[in-house]
């Protein structure tokens, strides 16, 4: 880097700065657009882990996403339970 690049950098062109910013807002936009598919695909990856090792009834899982907050409700056999 010589003396002269330090006080007079390279200008980004703005073209490249706009496109970084359209790719964050349409990101952002197809995330908000989305959140029942979102919730389902995360349903159904947590039914697969419980599954590995518990049985359960995938009609007893109920997946909550509120903003930041997640809830899971899963509803246990009567077996495990008592034991």
């Known amino acids: 880097m010589s003396i002269l690049e330090y006080f007079f950098?390279?200008?980004?062109?703005?073209?490249s700065i706009a496109k970084e910013r359209l790719q964050i807002v349409v990101s952002h936009e197809n995330y908000q657009s989305k959140p029942a598919d979102f919730v389902q695909s995360l349903k159904d990856e947590l039914i697969d882990v419980i599954?590995?090792?518990?049985?359960v009834d995938q009609n007893q899982v109920q997946v909550f996403l509120d903003g930041s907050v997640l809830e899971l409700n899963v509803v246990l056999p009567e077996e495990l339970e008592n034991s």
Do not use: F
């Open 51 to 55: 599954t590995k090792y518990t049985k």
């Open 9 to 15: 950098p390279k200008k980004t062109q703005s073209a």
